[in-house]
């Protein structure tokens, strides 16, 4: 059981630059979260999918899309990457149904140059 | 937005000290996370409330619904204590709004 997972763990672009970062979990989870991180501020909601089939907007949604593939998996695409999207990435999971503690995966750590 | 307010924002004890951080709320929430951000990045679930108290080992976590208020207790406090810890705050929907963290050092 290895909870969520997120891929790649570092990743350096180049302004312009388009790129997907993967998440995938295994808990057979409902609902799934993208956040990102930034110094001195708290994690800021980017996307959500309550549901397989559902995606919304969070906090900061704008520069990046979502897929929401199947049950286990959930995508953030950055279209053209800017240097304000330097950032560490989180996803997370949660059994809507059942209550709503979140389950992180490791964090994928970008750098826009 | 600043939903949550999360006090102090870094901490230092000695190892076995009695360790309290606060959280507050403005709004109406459906339930509240605490959250620990260990310092190579991984974050972890540690307590979901929506009243009363919770107990996990050496933790302890509070919340007063009427006065927006929580608290996360660590009795006799470890070095591997030492993280950020992180609360959240669930209102209607799907998400959740989070503090900015207090950074907890322990002391040996």
């Known amino acids: 059981n290895a909870g969520v997972t997120q891929t790649p763990k570092f990743q350096v672009l180049k302004t312009g630059q388009s790129m997907t970062l993967q998440c995938a979990q295994d808990?057979?989870?409902?609902?799934m979260y993208w956040y990102r991180q930034d110094p001195g501020m708290g994690l800021r909601l980017i996307y959500y999918?309550?549901?397989?089939?559902?995606?919304d907007k969070g906090e900061v949604p704008n520069g990046y899309n979502v897929s929401r593939l199947n049950k286990r998996e959930f995508s953030l695409r950055l279209e053209s990457a800017a240097p304000s999207q330097t950032s560490v990435y989180f996803c997370?999971?949660?059994?809507?149904?059942?209550?709503?503690?979140?389950?992180f995966g490791p964090g994928t750590r970008l750098t826009v140059t | 937005k600043n939903e949550v307010e999360q006090s102090p924002q870094n901490l230092t004890a000695q190892e076995g000290e009695f360790i309290t951080i606060n959280c507050s709320y403005s709004?109406?929430?459906?339930?509240l996370h605490w959250l620990q951000q260990h310092p190579g990045g991984g974050i972890v679930s540690l307590f979901m409330?929506?009243?009363g108290k919770k107990k996990h080992g050496r933790l302890i976590a509070t919340i007063n619904i009427q006065e927006k208020h929580s608290s996360l207790h660590i009795t006799a406090s470890h070095p591997r204590d030492s993280a950020v810890y992180i609360c959240?705050?669930?209102?209607?929907?799907?998400?959740?709004?989070f503090g900015t963290g207090t950074s907890l050092t322990v002391i040996p």
């Open positions: 997370a999971s949660s059994r809507l149904a059942i209550n709503y503690e979140q389950y």
């Open positions: 959240a705050v669930k209102l209607d929907g799907n998400q959740f709004y």
């Open positions: 709004v109406g929430i459906s339930a």
């Open positions: 808990m057979n989870h409902n609902s």
């Open positions: 999918s309550a549901s397989e089939g559902t995606t």
């Open positions: 409330l929506s009243s």
